[in-house]
Nanobody
Framework: EVQLVESGGGLVQAGGSLRLSCAASGFTFDGYGIGWFRQAPGKEREAVTCISTGTGSAYYRNSVKGRFTISSDNAKNTVYLQMNSLKPEDTAVYYC????????????????WGQGTQVTVSS
């Protein structure tokens, strides 16, 4: 059974940092794309960033470029999202999903999803 478990969310002030983790079980990375998505209240879910666990290539949405960094530890089957310089508009539930297609903006048509972790950024 494929499972993705996110952790690391919380409440932080604007300008602060958080590191999210996504631990995968039931499959090995083997070059799959893994992505982070978020959904704010009243808004559609959007792709934040994703990474190919094979090549390391990554996609970032424009609004997080230079602030967020995605990385993967294939030995631990875990993907991380380091979020710096957080803004109130980053407030959302963050989900990880796999597999995703990095070259298509983290296309997640056939992905498995985690349960999400809340990130709240206060102004």
């Amino acid at each position: 059974e494929v499972q993705l478990v996110e952790s690391g969310g919380g409440l932080v002030q604007a300008g602060g940092s958080l590191r999210l983790s996504c631990a995968a079980s039931g499959f090995t990375f083997d070059g799959y794309g893994i992505g982070w998505f978020r959904q704010a209240p009243g808004k559609e879910r959007e792709a934040v960033t994703c990474i190919s666990t094979g090549t390391g290539s990554a996609y970032y949405r424009n609004s997080v470029k230079g602030r967020f960094t995605i990385s993967s530890d294939n030995a631990k089957n875990t993907v991380y999202l380091q979020m710096n310089s957080l803004k109130p508009e980053d407030t959302a539930v963050y989900y990880c999903a796999a597999p995703v297609v990095v070259g298509f903006g983290c296309m997640s048509k056939d992905a498995f999803w985690g349960q999400g972790t809340q990130v709240t950024v206060s102004s």
